[in-house]
């Protein structure tokens, strides 16, 4: 790969991205890292094997920089490199909420700006990744990001103004996901399953039930009436789930989701 790439802040997610890279033919040559603590910074040096190097020097020699630091350090970062960024330069930025236009008035003009909402799934290279176009970029930008998020699962392109909605649903959507998961094993305890004989069929059924819908392709709605026969045990199931107003609480759920990250996008919260 011939891209220079430099991730500024190898915390949770930099270190994700850090290793999907290199799994994904990256050579340690192609990344470098910057890290506040030093400590942090040794220890992925020694894993990876790659260089960590100060942002400064990192922003000026990379193609792309891909910024990896919370939202309300994202400010700080942007003063520090903004004086090395070069024309031409990708800004790839991971934070939660902060825009495009956000980061495009504290660099120079025409350098290109990419927002993204990843996943933690990422992490086993299952991620799913929107990312939303600023105004300076190009088709050729977009490949470069694409490459990039590619190295740890699916990518999208979405129009800005959907990042909030995409927030609420594929950004922390692992963690409702969990939610049901640690829901459904207490079921099985309550009905007097062992612990790990619980949290096993769980999770295989999850897994499972997540591949019949990635690869048969059919919609969700099919492959419940294949489990639903009339008067049997999943429609018992599924009338108290109905009963209890679970889809509406979902879609409530989200609505806040979606709020809450309109309120933190637009610094009120
Ligand atoms: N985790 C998720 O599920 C998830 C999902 C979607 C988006 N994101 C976004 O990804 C970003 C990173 O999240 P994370 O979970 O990876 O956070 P994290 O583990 O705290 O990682 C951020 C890292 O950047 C370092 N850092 C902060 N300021 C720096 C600077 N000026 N120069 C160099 N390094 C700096 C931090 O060091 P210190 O330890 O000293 O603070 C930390 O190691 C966030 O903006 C978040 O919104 C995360």
């Known amino acids: 790969m011939s891209d220079q790439v430099a991730i500024l802040g190898a915390g949770v997610m930099g270190e994700t991205l850090l290793s999907g890279l290199l799994r994904a033919g990256w050579t340690a040559d192609d990344v470098v890292i910057t890290e506040r603590r030093a400590e942090r910074g040794k220890e992925l040096a020694a ?17 792309t920089i891909v910024l990896v630091v919370k939202p309300q350090d994202i400010s700080s970062l942007l003063a520090e490199i903004s004086p090395v960024l070069r024309p031409g330069a990708l800004l790839v930025c991971i934070a939660a909420g902060i825009t495009t ?16 909402m990843p996943n ?23 490949d470069r990001a694409r490459a990039l998020l590619e190295a740890t699962g699916k990518v999208m392109e979405v129009a800005e103004y959907h990042q909030d909605a995409i ?12 939610y049901v998961v640690e ?26 039930a997540a591949t019949m819908l ?27 789930l109905d009963d209890h107003k679970v889809r509406a609480a979902f879609l409530t759920a989200m609505e806040a989701a979606r709020d809450r990250s309109r309120q933190l996008s637009s610094g009120t919260a």
């Open 47 to 63: 894993r990876y094997g790659v260089r960590v190097l100060e942002n400064l020097d990192a922003a000026a020699g990379a193609d």
């Open 101 to 116: 236009e956000f980061v495009e008035q504290r660099v120079p003009d025409g350098v290109a700006v990419v927002r993204v």
């Open 120 to 142: 933690t799934p990422a992490l086993v290279d299952q991620g799913m990744a929107a990312m939303s176009p600023g105004k300076h970029c190009d088709a050729t930008h977009l």
């Open 167 to 178: 927030t609420a649903i594929s950004g922390s959507g692992p963690a409702y996901i969990f």
């Open 183 to 208: 829901a459904m094993i207490e079921a099985g305890v309550l009905l007097g399953l062992p612990r790990a004989t619980s949290t096993e069929l769980v999770v295989q059924t999850l897994y499972g």
């Open 214 to 240: 990635k690869e048969t392709g059919e919609h969700p709605t099919v492959l419940r009436e294949q489990v639903s026969s009339p008067a049997g045990t999943t429609m018992a199931a599924l009338r108290q």
